[in-house]
């Protein structure tokens, strides 16, 4: 095996993503960076390529992000949706017992968990995970 580009390893987890159950939590669907329509209002899940490190043993970090449209609570201000976000903290997780470990070994990179994306009334489900490979 040779080394892959940051390119190639967000493509492998985007494959790995599509083979799992997420699809089924969310009413989105699941894109790569960069690819997802702007001012969507859906639960989409979006695969990155954070960071990594080349060598025999490659190592790195991706994430998968499933944004969640916030709740007008009835005064005209947007909040978490709480209800939603949750469930897919849950789904998450099972999405991660779900991965293919034949090339990757995955590990948690974080605790699953809720962040803001203030610009979008949205928030995001972040799960970060760990990565590594043998390239030789």
């Given amino acids: 095996m040779m080394e892959k580009t940051a390119g190639q390893i967000e493509g492998d987890l985007f494959k790995a993503i599509k083979s799992t159950?997420?699809?089924t939590y969310i009413n989105g669907s699941i894109y790569r960076k960069g690819l997802r329509p702007l001012n969507s209002v859906?639960?989409?899940?979006?695969?990155?390529?954070?960071?990594g490190i080349p060598g025999q043993r490659q190592k790195g970090n991706v994430e998968v992000n499933?944004?969640?449209?916030?709740k007008d609570n009835g005064t005209g201000t947007y909040t978490q949706d709480l209800t939603r976000t949750t469930a897919i903290e849950a789904a998450l997780a099972?999405?991660?017992t779900q991965l293919p470990t034949t090339e990757y070994d995955w590990k948690?990179?974080?605790?699953i968990?809720?962040?803001e994306d203030k610009d979008s009334h949205q928030h995001f489900v972040c799960l970060s995970l760990d990565y590594s490979r043998i390239t030789f």
């Fill in 113 to 115: 968990r809720t962040y």
């Fill in 94 to 96: 099972n999405t991660f």
């Fill in 42 to 51: 859906k639960e989409d899940a979006v695969v990155y390529f954070v960071d």
């Fill in 66 to 70: 499933v944004f969640v449209p916030d």
């Fill in 21 to 23: 159950s997420l699809q």
């Fill in 108 to 111: 948690l990179g974080d605790t």
